[in-house]
């Protein structure tokens, strides 16, 4: 039973030119919880036109991840209501991108990314305690330092009137360090394997239509 409270200050520095734009900050951060924490996360951000529509970005942001109790829920329906998922750290969450716009109409993302994240928590089924036991389906979390690499692709396309579409697809590839034993008896045959990255997605695919009335 205890809060989590999180102080933030950024600073950024902006350069621009006619076709190129960089954004140079950073990202302080202090967790005050059971165990504080301090985190100096880069926020960067720089992108080069060419040939009209095209560019290259590139983006380098990181910080505490709050991973409050409305974040929980959304991510996950099913998390243990009777335990508080803990706060992560991003130390880096950096992308680079190409968008092409030879198309009338559309607009093509293609982008690698890697993160890594320090006390990240992997949704695993059940809990130990059997005074839960028959609340049925939901998930308890363990906690791990997770490196996640991932390469995808965008399309947008503004063909349809007052509507834009997005179709988004992702590939990830995961390193991942148990950094503790916050789990309990039912489980540990479940992290046997200590490389798994239990619930997080080896493949995603997204359809996003915003409709402009």
Do not use: C, M
Request: net charge neutral; proline share 2%.
């Amino acid at each position: 039973f205890h809060d989590l409270s999180v102080l933030k200050a950024d600073a950024h520095f902006g350069f621009e030119g006619g076709s190129w734009n960089v954004l140079l900050g950073a990202k302080l951060n202090y967790a005050i919880d059971v165990k504080n924490k301090f985190v100096i996360a880069p926020d960067i951000r720089a992108s080069i036109r060419f040939a009209d529509r095209n560019s290259v970005y590139a983006i380098v942001t990181g910080g505490i991840n709050e991973n409050n109790f409305l974040q929980t829920l959304l991510e996950n329906r099913y998390a243990n209501p009777a335990t508080r998922v803990g706060y992560s750290s991003t130390l880096y969450d950096a992308t680079l991108g190409f968008r092409i716009g030879a198309l009338d109409g559309f607009e093509f993302d293609i982008f690698g990314k890697y993160k890594y994240t320090k006390d990240d928590h992997l949704y695993l089924y059940g809990s130990g305690n059997t005074a839960y036991r028959s609340w049925g389906n939901y998930s308890a979390s363990a906690y791990a330092n997770v490196g996640e690499g991932s390469v995808g692709g965008q399309i947008k396309t503004q063909l349809i009137p007052y509507t834009d579409l997005t179709l988004r697809a992702q590939a990830y590839h995961y390193d991942v360090k148990y950094v503790n034993d916050r789990y309990d008896e039912d489980n540990t045959a479940l992290l046997a394997d200590k490389k798994k990255t239990w619930g997080k997605p080896a493949f995603t695919v997204g359809l996003n239509a915003d409709v402009k009335p």
